[in-house]
């Protein structure tokens, strides 16, 4: 479905329901679109894929590019798709970027990238105030949720022409049109099962003016043993995402932040992480103070170290604005805190068993005698 953006014409109030796309071709060039089962582009709006199934494609399930508006993808089930099942993207610098207002709602994702393995279940950037909500996504090779942003080095003069070079992060943050967008009560596991450096839930690049949210997800089993294998991970330049009331339950990393500025992490629960529970890493490419701000979360049984610091992390850029009133415990070990780097946090931090009710199946509710209440720590959902 293609419109015609210069002459105003658009492809509207299409809807697809109950069919079935397969074995689409594969093109090994223009990634994304080629071998895609179905592609929205240049001026569709108000178009629906319903309770359709995709299933050995070449490339991606469902494709929404540039200049699209109020596109659902919903109560989908995509298997085995060569590339990212559901793809939505538009960029500044090739005319007005008017991606907004999509719904990607309780699908079915998993056993994808059977071409290409470097990929996510959902992938959105260059959109706004678009949901991402109710998804189940599972055995993938990479990503499960991925959202992206842009960033100052690779930005292009015609996407912003009254701004003078160089770019920086704050100068290019108002042309960003990533933003405003909600990613919540999604079920991730069993994810980043053949590449590392990846997440169940991903963000990258400077956002636009506007915070993404990241709430009540859960994120399990990301991939196997050490590694770069992360529950919830801030990239390069990531900035003023919201990330509060997530599960992460068996990762690499439970939380890992690269570069990133101006983030909050609020009453999260990370449990079980095999080789590090917070992750904190600072760039020369960042501009002081990043002031992350890291309160009131749950560390539970996590078997590797509490902090991890680099020895390329760059401190004096004051990574984390705020770190206090979290919660650890590491089977009655002792944790270090407000110690080293991090003197001066987590001065009201505990080391205490939280009283999960069933925390080896699965059940992070809290007892009501829990020390986190104490903290001003509230249940997950």
Same mark, same amino acid.
């Given at each position: 479905?293609?419109?015609?953006?210069p002459k105003n014409q658009w492809v509207?109030?299409?809807?697809?329901?109950?069919?079935?796309?397969?074995?689409?071709?594969?093109?090994?060039?223009?990634?994304?679109?080629?071998?895609?089962?179905?592609?929205?582009?240049?001026?569709?709006?108000?178009?629906?894929?319903?309770?359709?199934?995709?299933?050995?494609?070449?490339?991606?399930?469902?494709?929404?590019?540039?200049?699209?508006?109020?596109?659902?993808?919903?109560?989908?089930?995509?298997?085995?798709?060569?590339?990212?099942?559901?793809?939505?993207?538009?960029?500044?610098?090739?005319?007005?970027?008017?991606?907004?207002?999509?719904?990607?709602?309780?699908?079915?994702?998993?056993?994808?990238?059977? +071409?290409?393995?470097?990929?996510?279940?959902?992938? /959105?950037?260059?959109?706004?105030?678009?949901?991402?909500?109710? %998804?189940? %996504?599972?055995?993938?090779?990479?990503?499960?949720?991925?959202?992206?942003?842009?960033?100052?080095?690779?930005?292009?003069?015609?996407?912003?022409?009254?701004?003078? *070079?160089?770019?920086?992060?704050?100068?290019?943050?108002?042309?960003?049109?990533?933003?405003?967008?909600?990613?919540?009560?999604?079920?991730?596991?069993?994810?980043?099962?053949?590449?590392?450096?990846?997440?169940?839930?991903?963000?990258?690049?400077?956002?636009?003016i506007g915070a993404n949210i990241v709430?009540? %997800? /859960?994120?399990?089993?990301?991939?196997?043993?050490?590694?770069?294998?992360?529950?919830?991970? /801030?990239?390069?330049?990531?900035?003023?995402?919201?990330?509060?009331?997530?599960? +992460?339950?068996? @990762?690499?990393?439970?939380?890992?932040?690269?570069? *990133?500025?101006?983030?909050?992490?609020?009453?999260?629960?990370?449990?079980?992480?095999?080789?590090?529970?917070?992750?904190?890493?600072?760039?020369?490419?960042?501009?002081?103070?990043?002031?992350?701000?890291?309160?009131?979360?749950?560390?539970?049984?996590?078997?590797?170290?509490?902090?991890?610091?680099?020895?390329? @992390?760059?401190?004096?850029?004051?990574?984390?604005?705020?770190?206090?009133?979290?919660?650890?415990?590491?089977?009655?070990?002792?944790?270090?805190?407000?110690?080293?780097?991090? @003197?001066?946090?987590?001065?009201?931090?505990?080391?205490?068993?939280?009283?999960?009710?069933?925390? *080896?199946?699965?059940?992070?509710?809290?007892?009501?005698?829990?020390?986190?209440?104490?903290?001003?720590?509230?249940?997950?959902?």
């Amino acid at each position: 479905l293609i419109g015609d953006v210069p002459k105003n014409q658009w492809v509207e109030h299409v809807k697809f329901d109950g069919l079935t796309f397969r074995h689409s071709g594969r093109f090994a060039t223009w990634r994304y679109f080629g071998g895609a089962a179905l592609l929205l582009a240049h001026n569709a709006r108000d178009c629906e894929v319903r309770h359709c199934r995709f299933e050995d494609t070449g490339g991606s399930g469902v494709v929404v590019w540039k200049e699209c508006k109020n596109i659902v993808v919903a109560d989908n089930e995509f298997v085995r798709t060569g590339d990212t099942a559901i793809y939505v993207s538009d960029y500044v610098g090739e005319g007005p970027t008017v991606s907004t207002g999509h719904v990607i709602e309780n699908n079915s994702i998993h056993d994808c990238g059977t +071409v290409s393995r470097s990929i996510a279940g959902i992938e /959105l950037g260059g959109a706004s105030h678009s949901l991402i909500d109710y %998804n189940l %996504n599972f055995n993938m090779p990479y990503i499960g949720i991925r959202l992206t942003g842009s960033n100052a080095e690779g930005w292009p003069a015609k996407a912003s022409p009254d701004l003078k *070079a160089p770019y920086t992060d704050a100068s290019v943050k108002p042309f960003v049109p990533t933003l405003d967008n909600v990613i919540e009560f999604n079920h991730i596991h069993h994810i980043m099962q053949q590449l590392q450096d990846g997440g169940g839930i991903y963000l990258w690049g400077i956002m636009g003016i506007g915070a993404n949210i990241v709430r009540n %997800n /859960l994120i399990e089993h990301v991939g196997e043993g050490n590694g770069l294998y992360i529950g919830l991970y /801030l990239d390069d330049h990531t900035d003023d995402a919201r990330c509060t009331d997530n599960i +992460v339950n068996d @990762a690499g990393f439970g939380l890992h932040l690269h570069g *990133a500025s101006r983030n909050l992490l609020e009453n999260n629960i990370f449990a079980y992480s095999r080789q590090t529970d917070i992750s904190v890493q600072p760039e020369s490419y960042n501009i002081a103070p990043m002031d992350t701000i890291l309160r009131h979360n749950l560390f539970f049984q996590c078997a590797g170290t509490v902090f991890l610091d680099t020895s390329f @992390a760059r401190w004096d850029m004051k990574p984390l604005g705020e770190c206090d009133y979290n919660l650890f415990w590491q089977d009655g070990k002792k944790v270090a805190l407000g110690q080293g780097t991090f @003197a001066g946090f987590d001065q009201h931090s505990l080391v205490a068993d939280p009283k999960f009710k069933d925390p *080896a199946h699965g059940d992070f509710s809290l007892e009501a005698d829990s020390p986190a209440l104490g903290l001003g720590i509230h249940a997950v959902d």
